[in-house]
């Protein structure tokens, strides 16, 4: 057991936030109390950094914010780090999602997200009703939301920075088949996917994940490698939990994930599993300020 972490990294769907995609206001204060007892607080997610402020309490603050499976670093608003992925790689992956007629997000920086006006009928119809019974709600939610708010249509693919794409499909079959096309083009062109549940992919920029996310956000506030706990549930997990002194699985992760780390907790993200957890390192008095971020 680690007595008291000096850094603690948090996902985000499926550990902090709920099926729902809200983070909950115990969860707000327990890290808010941590972070007055000098506990670093980080949050690790494969969402953009732009998604982040809904699905989070009034007040809501944390230290730091790894982002898109570690493509990007935040601190406050700020950025401290940024990958893109290249305009050829994107231009090269569309023209191949709509061949596979694929569901796809891609990310720019800055601004929103974007799908192609001519791919916008079989994107939809991805997410047409009913919800495939093997896709957790807290996914579904979203691409929902992202259909109906969040996508911005365009007839083409503008700028220049590229924080990741996303893939979704309805069947598993999908999916799978849309990987192994994504496994046969890192023949051509150098680049890293992940993913976070069974009808998802997500592709970064070669050798990014959340692992080298949390080394460059250490190495910007000077934190020691040493003393990191990590909390997560899914596959793109697996790097910070590899790098991590301790890592946490969710109750609700899958048993592979909870078979390779140090413990699991008692209660799952609908139950505010996290926030259980990380109470038991509410014990030492205070020992710095809190940035306001």
Known sequence: MLLKPKAIFLDMDGTILNRSNKVSIQTKEIIDELRKQGIFVFIATGRAFDEIEELVPEGFQVDGFITSNGMAGYVGKESVFQHSLSLQL??????????????????????????????????????????????EINEWLSRKQAIKEEIDWKDSVEGSEFSKFYFFARTHEHIDKWKEELEELKKEIDFTTSTSSKH????????????????????????????????????????????????????????HIKEIVDDVTEFNCDENGVSHYLSKFLLQKSTRSNPVL
Do not use: C, W
């Not at 694929?102 to 919800?131: A, C, H, M, W």
């Not at 920029?205 to 996310?213: C, E, L």
């Open 90 to 135: 994107v231009e090269t992956i569309i023209e191949k999602a709509r061949a596979n007629k694929v569901y796809y997000e891609l990310f720019p920086y800055g601004t929103p997200r974007v799908t192609l006006k001519q791919d916008q009928s079989y994107v939809e119809n991805e997410i047409r009703e009913p919800k495939p019974d093997s896709v």
């Open 200 to 255: 998802n992919v997500e592709v970064m920029v070669a050798n990014v994940n959340k692992a080298t996310g949390i080394q460059q956000m250490l190495k910007h506030f000077n934190l020691p490698e040493q003393d990191i706990l990590a909390i997560g549930d899914s596959n793109n997990d697996l790097p910070m939990f590899q790098f991590a002194s301790y890592a946490v699985a969710m109750k609700n992760a899958p048993d």
